[in-house]
């Protein structure tokens, strides 16, 4: 059995079915693990969330934002935008039944000696809180406060955690840090600065980094896979981190790693 961990699909269906074909994955007896954002930008949504769907104990994800997106449109609490592409998905007879597996899926998933998120975990959270904290969001999305839920989900504050954030605010501030972070202080102050995102480089003057460049985080010593940062190229991984989105949606590379032997194997655009 071989464990397959890929990056940001966002409805690229094609892709996604030729480079499991390049490894010869057998769902018989192989796994894929995907870091969030399964759907969205790229043409076929649908497909991919039926074809994750339909692969049963064989798939595992952790949310993303455009998972989240996408359940925050079904819910009636956002418009879809201009640079959506959900409308078949959304129009689909089978919708209810794959928003409501997709929504039930978490936030962290641990495989192994491996810790999977979309986005990353702040350098001042220790893998168990963090783990408690992705639950506490989980618990909420399978609850009749889902809807409460969704209508404060978007936001840029709270820009730091604190233990005596409580309900929308506590519940967006987490969601923030594991499905849209990308650079943070090293006291964890998020920074959504778009140009800044650009690089993972520590700012002097702001203290602001890629989350995984602090040296003191708590989780350095755990192998941390994750995807949502395109702007990396799959660059500056490192020993206990491992970018996975390379902007396939944007024209870029689709990432796959087999999670044995920690080879990439890449797919690029036609």
Not at 8 to 17: F, K
Not at 87 to 93: E, Q, T
Not at 126 to 154: D, K, N, T
Request: proline share 4%.
């Amino acid at each position: 059995m071989t464990d397959y961990a890929i990056g940001d699909i966002q409805g690229c269906y094609r892709g996604l079915r030729e480079i499991l074909d390049a490894v010869d994955f057998d769902p018989a007896v192989d796994r894929l693990i995907a870091t969030g954002d399964l759907v969205n930008r790229g043409p076929d949504s649908l497909d991919t969330l039926r074809f994750c769907r339909d692969l049963g104990p064989r798939f595992k994800t952790v949310l993303g934002n455009h998972d989240l997106h996408l359940l925050a449109i079904a819910h009636g609490v956002r418009k879809p935008t201009r640079y959506d592409t959900l409308d078949a998905l959304l129009a689909a007879p089978d919708r209810e039944l794959l928003l409501d597996w997709l929504q039930r899926q978490p936030l962290l998933l641990d495989i192994g000696d491996y810790t999977l998120v979309h986005a990353g975990i702040p350098p001042q959270w220790s893998l168990s809180q963090a783990h408690a904290l992705a639950a506490e969001v989980s618990e909420v999305l399978c609850s009749a406060r889902a809807g409460e839920y969704f209508e404060g989900m978007y936001g840029n504050q709270p820009e730091r955690w604190s233990e005596s954030l409580r309900g929308v605010e506590r519940w967006r501030c987490i969601t923030n840090y594991l499905t849209r972070m990308r650079r943070c202080s090293s006291a964890g102050r998020l920074e959504f600065d778009e140009a800044a995102a650009q690089s993972h480089v520590l700012d002097p003057a702001t203290d602001c980094a890629g989350w995984f460049v602090h040296p003191a985080r708590k989780t350095r010593h755990r192998a941390i896979v994750f995807g949502h940062w395109a702007a990396l190229e799959g660059e500056h991984g490192g020993e206990y981190h491992f970018p996975l989105d390379t902007g396939y949606v944007w024209g870029g590379r689709l990432r796959l790693m087999n999670l044995t032997d920690r080879s990439y194997v890449h797919l690029a655009q036609d």
